[in-house]
C-alpha cells in the first residue's frame, strides 16, 4: 500500500506491505524538485513505480544500504533508466545481495542488488541544493540530505524519534547522538525533519536536541545500574519498565536489550 501527500513542495510517499488487513510497518520515500530520497521496499517497488509515471523525476538518492530504502531501485532504473546514488560506503552494500532475517522478508523482502553511482557532497536539482552530511550510527554508510535554505533535512533513519527504546544490534547510539549534534549544529536557521517512517518533524532541532540528551541521560542511568552488577536484561526493566514489542516480532534483533548493550559499550571507540 502507498500513502501520498504534498506538503508544500515536498511530496511524502508511505509505504508498507498489507498484511491481513494493516500495514506492517510504514516506510518512506519524498519526492523533491525531481529528486527521489530513498526508494521504499522491495514489496511496494511496483506500486511506487505506478505513482512515479505520472511525476517530474529526474534521478534518486538512497540514504543507507537497508532493504526498505532501496527496494525500487532496480525496477525504476529499469523504467525510467534514471540515475541513482549514494554514499561511498553505501554504493557497495547496495550492489551486493543482503541477507535477510525471516521478519525482514515477510515486511520489506529482498531488494535486487543495483549498480549506484556514488553520491558527491552536494545534490541539485533545477531549483534546489542539497548538502549530503555523513551521519552514521544507525549504521556506517548512512547520510542525511539538507536543504539549508528551506531548512528542510531529510534523516533517513537516523532520527526514529525522540525517545527511542528499541534498536538493531549493529547500531551505535552514541554515534547517532554524535550525528544528530551535526545536524542541530548546521546553520539553517530552522530545521524541519522528514523521516525514513515518514514523519514530519516541524521544529527539528528542539526534538534532535532533547533525544541527544534522553540518550545522555540513558547512559548515565545504565551505567550507575551496571556499576551495582545488574545484567543489561534488568537493566532494560529498570529503564523501560518491559522489554519492546519489537522484540518478540523481530526475533530478538530490535530490541530495548541492544539500547542497553550499545549504552555500556565504550562510548569513543
Ligand atoms: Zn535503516
Known amino acids: 500500500?502507498?500513502?501520498?501527500?504534498?506538503?508544500g513542495e515536498v511530496t511524502r510517499i508511505k509505504m508498507g506491505r498489507e498484511y491481513q488487513g494493516r500495514v506492517l510497518y510504514w516506510t518512506a520515500a519524498y519526492l523533491v524538485d525531481g529528486l527521489l530520497i530513498d526508494t521504499g521496499c522491495p514489496h511496494t517497488a511496483e506500486e511506487l513505480t505506478r505513482f512515479l509515471e505520472g511525476q517530474h523525476l529526474d534521478r534518486a538518492v538512497n540514504t543507507h544500504h537497508h532493504e526498505d530504502h532501496v527496494g525500487a531501485n532496480h525496477l525504476l532504473q529499469q523504467r525510467f533508466g534514471i540515475p541513482i546514488?549514494?554514499?561511498?560506503?553505501?554504493?557497495?552494500?547496495?550492489?551486493?545481495?543482503?541477507?535477510?532475517?525471516?521478519?525482514?522478508?515477510?515486511?520489506?523482502g529482498y531488494p535486487v542488488p543495483t549498480k549506484v553511482g556514488i553520491l558527491p557532497g552536494q545534490a541539485e536539482t533545477e531549483s534546489h541544493r542539497f548538502e549530503v552530511i555523513g551521519t552514521p550510527g544507525h549504521c556506517p554508510d548512512h547520510v542525511a540530505l539538507v536543504e539549508t535554505s528551506k531548512g528542510w533535512c531529510f534523516t533517513g533513519d537516523l532520527f526514529i524519534s525522540r525517545e527511542p527504546k528499541a534498536m538493531r544490534p549493529e547500531e551505535d547510539i552514541y554515534e547517532i547522538a554524535r550525528s544528530m549534534t551535526k545536524l542541530v549544529d548546521l546553520p539553517?536557521?530552522?530545521?524541519?525533519?522528514?523521516t525514513g517512517l515518514g514523519n514530519v518533524v516541524e521544529d527539528g532541532r528542539k526534538a534532535l536536541q532533547s533525544c541527544i540528551e534522553y540518550i545522555r541521560s540513558l547512559s548515565l542511568k545504565a551505567?550507575?545500574?551496571?556499576?551495582q552488577g545488574l545484567s543489561p536484561g534488568i537493566?532494560?526493566?529498570?529503564?523501560?519498565g518491559r522489554e519492546s514489542v519489537l522484540a518478540a516480532l523481530t526475533d530478538g534483533h530490535i530490541s530495548s536489550?541492544?539500547?542497553?548493550?550499545?549504552l555500556l559499550r565504550h562510548e569513543n571507540k
Open 85 to 108: 546514488m549514494a554514499s561511498r560506503q553505501s554504493a557497495p552494500l547496495i550492489g551486493q545481495s543482503s541477507r535477510l532475517l525471516p521478519y525482514q522478508e515477510l515486511v520489506w
Open 188 to 194: 539553517s536557521k530552522k530545521l524541519t525533519l522528514f
Open 223 to 227: 551505567k550507575a545500574l551496571e556499576r
Open 235 to 240: 537493566i532494560v526493566n529498570e529503564l523501560f
Open 257 to 262: 536489550e541492544n539500547v542497553v548493550r550499545a
Open 1 to 7: 500500500m502507498i500513502e501520498v501527500d504534498k506538503l
